[in-house]
């Protein structure tokens, strides 16, 4: 009997995906990217509507270059192409703003570029490191971190125990304090 969809993993999905080029497998990988990518949209862009947009719109990329090449490191390269795309809207939305203000609202955000710099690579580290995790942890820590949901609505959403919930939560942030230091000592 074949594994249920939900438990293959992404290379799994994504070498089925290649093989037969049927766009579920890839909708599968993608679906489990979602959370985070809204996420990380709303960072820029600050509006849900606007980020579930892009969201599409990497969507749509990804589905145009995975039918033409492989992707190594699929969550940073969404990342990537999320971060661009909202730094592209961004940019055509402030063309037709007044210099002035804009420069204004972008020292008031952040006057220090390398703090800015740095704090962009912190985000790709820690994407990264979620993405390593077990899918479980991933999960749960996305829900809670980046979904702001409560242990007991995880355990609606994902139909585990409130103590499974607890654990995913305190395992997954262990390990993404191990994977984000091993990536520090990496550099």
Not at 42 to 52: F, G, H, N, S, V
Not at 130 to 147: A, R
């Amino acid at each position: 009997m074949p594994a249920p969809r939900q438990h293959l993993s992404e290379k799994e999905l994504l070498r089925l995906y290649a093989t037969d080029r049927n766009p579920e497998w890839l909708g599968i990988v993608l679906e489990r990217y979602t959370i985070l990518l809204v996420g990380i949209c709303m960072k820029y862009l600050k509006e849900q509507e606007e980020a579930r947009d892009i969201v599409q719109q990497v969507f749509i990329k990804a589905l145009h270059t995975l039918e033409k090449q492989q992707i190594d490191n699929l969550g940073g390269w969404l990342y990537r192409v999320a971060k661009n795309e909202c730094l592209d809207y961004l940019r055509k939305l402030t063309y037709n703003r007044n210099i002035e203000e804009e420069q204004h609202h972008l020292q008031a955000e952040d006057t220090d570029l390398s703090a800015y710099l740095e704090r962009d690579i912190t985000i790709e580290a820690l994407y990264k490191a979620i993405g390593e995790l077990k899918q479980d942890q991933k999960i749960c820590i996305e829900l809670f971190y980046l979904q702001q949901k409560s242990y007991q609505e995880i355990a609606e959403i994902t139909k585990f125990e409130i103590r499974q919930v607890k654990s995913n939560i305190q395992n997954g942030k262990r390990n993404l304090k191990i994977k984000l230091e091993e990536q520090q000592l990496g550099k």
